[in-house]
């Protein structure tokens, strides 16, 4: 199995601030990384795919990079609704393993 | 619109058994994979598996495998997820999503199912 390592996780930032998540696969993925936010109550959101992808819809505040074994997604401006945990997922041969989550709050 | 809708919450006791389904609509039920995806209170997301709906392929996290059944009803396009025996552990919320026609994300997700093991 491959195991996927997130960190921070929790984070607390202020409005405006950037923030920085980072996920770690324990072997090579190629790009077959991707992003959720979900709120409170919700269902996940799907915000980026393919590593560095902008789902449609989603604000471009969101971006992400990386292939191979390190990944990153970034959030340029923090904003109040931006509030959620985030998760990382990656896709091997249809075997699928999220990362352990980030918990966004605001300072 | 695609729309993946859930069935309702659940109470339970342990060893009993439970079917929930997921009813997508909206798009060509047979032609994409779906997933089901566990939440457990106040934890992360843990991927059970994953069924083809079009020829019932399946395919299973090694945590869940012998722990759940997947399965699919095309004709009413509709997936499930079904215990034998109840435990406690299997208290959590349960998500559907669709992947993606390129399978390796989740692109569309259902609004949940609530499962409550208590004696």
């Known amino acids: ?107 | 619109e695609v729309q993946l809708v859930q069935s309702g919450a659940e109470v339970k006791k342990p060893g009993e058994s439970l079917k929930i389904s997921c009813k997508g609509s909206g798009y060509s039920f047979t032609s994409y994979w779906i997933a089901w995806v566990r939440q457990m209170p106040g934890k992360g997301l843990e991927w059970m598996g994953i069924i083809y709906p079009g020829d019932s392929d399946t395919r299973y996290s090694p945590s869940f495998q012998g722990q759940v059944t997947i399965s699919a009803d095309k004709s009413i396009s509709t997936a499930y997820v079904q215990w034998s025996s109840l435990k406690a552990s299997d208290t959590a919320m349960y998500y559907c999503a669709r992947a993606s026609a390129v399978v390796d994300y989740f692109d569309y997700w259902g609004q949940g199912t609530l499962v409550t093991v208590a004696s």
Not at chain 1, 12 to 32: E, F, H, L
Not at chain 1, 37 to 48: E, F, M, R, T
Request: with cysteine; hydrophobic share 30%; proline share 5%.
């Open chain 1, 1 to 107: 199995d491959i195991q996927m390592t997130q960190s921070p996780s929790s984070l607390s930032a202020a409005v405006g601030d950037r923030v920085t998540i980072t996920c770690q696969a324990s072997q090579d993925i190629s790009n077959y990384l991707n992003w959720y936010q979900q709120k409170p109550g919700k269902a996940p959101n799907l915000l980026i795919y393919a590593a560095s992808n902008l789902e449609t819809g989603v604000p471009s505040r969101f971006s992400g990079s990386g292939s191979g074994t390190d990944f990153t997604f970034t959030i340029s401006s923090l904003q109040p609704e931006d509030i959620a945990t985030y998760y990382c997922q990656q896709y091997d041969n249809l075997m699928y393993t999220f990362g352990q989550g980030t918990k966004l709050e605001i300072k």
